[in-house]
Each structure stands twice: as structure tokens, then as C-alpha cells.
């Protein structure tokens, strides 16, 4: 480590008089005044300043980087690693649980596609399963995932993002964040990343289960040329009613419960996924009806044109048992999506803060060295 030096810094100040300025440890400044006179005194300073060492030349060398690759990770902007984490849990998140989903949408619109008036009543778990496999073949399990794909990873991006600026919109003057104020963050994070992604959402919807489509970029041309640009948000409504209250009981559940363990458990990954799977499970049950509404409001000449109108017209067909179709393969799907997302996010989270430790402390060691060999 080189020697630290003085610098003295002079500047000009303007209007100062410098006969005034009688040494260099003095100073004059203020105003005297009597009945008759007042006079302004001048003012000087001498500015030391230490010429700090820089950081650069004690930054860890290529192979002291690959000796300890946790301090690469300092070197990605902290905002750009949570999006990439978010994005990749939710791509392979959503990859690991396609066959269920695929068999869930099946399983909610499977009477309103085959025709009300012929069509039977509902189609089971293991029917749906084996009705994809037997027209689809494997690859049937996993259509229409490339668009969720595509869409999730917008969305995990905004929701995190969102979230965390709500909850500093929410807190209150003491600083802290009520459970209301909770609630209210995971739910505009909610609105908000469905509102950015909801085209993506319907464009899966129908590559999944309309027949004759075979591309996403061939159902969005023909729904712009026979419905209409607003065809893209049919069911937004009922899409934002049902995805307020799941993200914020979902988020809300897992932050709380996490927070109530002792310390030495939260940093835990078992902790992260049976919190999660608890979380998950709270905010299914109460919120998977209005997804099925969504869905159904979604499909190419559906009769529902409201909330109001889906509800008693899907519990007239099917009854209230209607409203939950599909909830076991929907249950099993996003109970494993929402513990390997948050847990996936929390691991990533400690891992951020260990390389931000670590980097420094390489930094610290070569700085040591340094000064050891220069003394």
C-alpha cells in the first residue's frame, strides 16, 4: 500500500480581502455592527483532504475469482440477479408442473367446448390425463408451455419488483409494515403483473385447448382479425379479482409465517417450502373459483359476459362443484410452483448476501498483503 499524503485545497472566494486573513490557523467571519457602522469580516478555510487509496488496485485477480466463485456473483448488480433468479424458478417451475396444468384447463372448460346442450357434465382427473395421451401423445402434456414460459418470466420480474415497491409505498411513519399494509402490497403486485402479461395468458389459454392451432403467433392473428383487439383482456376482471387476494394471502402467510420461526430456521430450505406449500394452500382454496370463471370467460363464444353472470351460470350446469373443477391437478400444480419460486428466490437471496461479504474480503486480504510487503 502506497503512503497517504496531504492534499491542501485553495480556492478563490469572492469579495474576501486578504489582509484580512492574518494566519494560517485563523479565521474571520460573521458581521460587527454598532448604531453608525456595520462591517462584514471575511472569510478563508484550508481544506485537507486524504488521498484515499484505489479499490481497483487491490481488486481480486481472474484466478483468485475462480478460486472463490460466490464473489463472481457480487459483481451482477443486485436488482439484475433477483430478476434472473425469478425469471429461471418460474421458467422451470412452470416446466416441471405443465402436464398438471394442461390437464386442469382441460378439466375447467371441457363442457363449455364440447357444446352445452351434449356436452357430459365434467371430465375427471385421470380422464383428462389419459384423453391428452391418447389424441396428443406426450408432447400433448407439455402445449401451450412455451407461451407460459414466456410469459412468466415478465411476470415474476414485475411481481417481485412491484412488491417490493409497494410495501415501501405501504409502511407507515414508524417504518414498519402493518399485515393490512401487506396484503395491500401483494395485491397491486398481483394486479399489476397480470394486467402487463394477461395477453400472454389468454394466447396459452387457446393454444392449449382449441383445436387447429398449432402456433401462438397464428392464434394472435386470428383473434385480432375476428374479435378484436379486446379479446386479449377477456376475463381481465375477474383475472385481477382472483389474483389480488391469492397474492396477497400468499405472499402475506409466507412472510408472516417465516418472520414468526426463530432465526435459526429461517435461513432453512425446508423452512422456505413447507412455509410456502402452507401459503399456497390458504390462498388456492379461497381464491380458485374466480380462476375458473376467468377461464371460462377466456373461451372463443362464451355466454358470460360478467362475474355476475359466470358464477350462477356455472353453478346452474355443474353446480357449486363447478366452481372447483380441476382443483386437485390446479392444487398439485401450484403448491410444488410456489414453494420452488419462493424457495428458489430465498436461496438466491442468502446467496447475494454472502457474495456481497465475500468480494470485500478478498479485497481486505490483497489490501493486507499489500501493506505487509510495502512495510
Known amino acids: ?76 448488480p443486485k436488482d439484475a440477479a433477483l430478476f434472473a433468479a425469478g425469471a429461471i424458478a418460474g421458467a422451470a417451475a412452470k416446466t416441471v408442473i405443465a402436464p398438471l396444468d394442461r390437464v386442469k384447463l382441460l378439466m375447467q372448460t371441457h363442457g363449455l367446448r364440447a357444446g352445452q346442450d351434449v356436452a357430459k357434465k365434467g371430465i375427471g382427473f385421470i380422464e383428462a390425463l389419459t384423453l391428452i395421451g391418447k389424441e396428443e401423445g406426450i408432447k400433448g402434456y407439455w402445449k401451450g408451455n412455451l407461451p407460459q414460459v414466456i410469459r ?44 402487463v402479461t394477461y395477453p400472454l395468458d389468454v394466447l396459452r389459454l387457446r ?63 425446508e423452512t422456505s417450502l413447507v412455509t410456502a406449500l402452507v401459503s399456497a394452500t390458504v390462498a388456492t382454496v379461497m381464491c380458485y373459483p374466480l380462476d375458473t370463471v376467468r377461464r371460462q370467460m377466456q373461451m372463443k363464444g362464451s355466454p358470460y359476459q360478467t362475474v355476475l353472470d359466470a358464477i350462477p351460470g356455472i353453478v346452474a350446469r355443474d353446480g ?17 410452483n410456489s414453494s420452488i419460486r419462493l424457495t428458489t428466490f430465498d436461496s438466491v437471496k442468502r446467496l447475494i448476501a454472502a457474495a456481497e461479504k465475500e468480494l470485500p474480503k478478498l479485497i481486505e486480504q490483497n489490501r493486507k498483503k499489500q501493506e505487509q510487503s510495502a512495510t
Not at 478460486?67 to 457480487?74: D, E
Open 1 to 76: 500500500m502506497g503512503k497517504t499524503t496531504a492534499k491542501l485545497v485553495w480556492r478563490e472566494i469572492p469579495g474576501l480581502d486578504p489582509n484580512e486573513f492574518t494566519g494560517p490557523n485563523q479565521r474571520h467571519t460573521g458581521y460587527r455592527s454598532n448604531v453608525s457602522n456595520r462591517r462584514r469580516y471575511g472569510f478563508a478555510s484550508i481544506s485537507v483532504a486524504e488521498q484515499g487509496q484505489d479499490k481497483d488496485e487491490f481488486f481480486p485477480t481472474s484466478a483468485q475469482l475462480l478460486k472463490h466463485p460466490l464473489a463472481i456473483a457480487a459483481l451482477v
Open 320 to 336: 357449486v362443484v363447478g366452481l372447483y373443477r380441476g382443483f386437485m391437478p390446479n392444487a398439485l400444480k401450484t403448491l410444488p
Open 152 to 195: 412468466v418470466i415478465p411476470y415474476s420480474a414485475v411481481q417481485l419488483f412491484a412488491y417490493e415497491a409497494y410495501k415501501k409505498f405501504f409502511r407507515g411513519k414508524d417504518g414498519e409494515l402493518s399485515v393490512i399494509g401487506r396484503l395491500a402490497a401483494g395485491a397491486c403486485a398481483g394486479m399489476t403483473s397480470t394486467f
Open 207 to 269: 393454444l392449449a385447448v382449441e383445436p387447429g392451432y398449432k402456433t401462438m403467433t397464428e392464434v394472435a392473428v386470428i383473434m385480432l382479425r375476428e374479435e378484436g383487439f379486446a379479446s386479449f383482456y377477456n376475463g381481465l376482471g375477474p383475472s385481477l379479482i382472483g389474483i389480488a387476494p391469492y397474492i396477497a394471502v400468499n405472499f402475506c402467510v409466507f412472510d408472516l409465517v417465516k418472520k414468526s420461526l426463530p432465526e435459526k430456521y429461517q435461513k432453512r430450505t
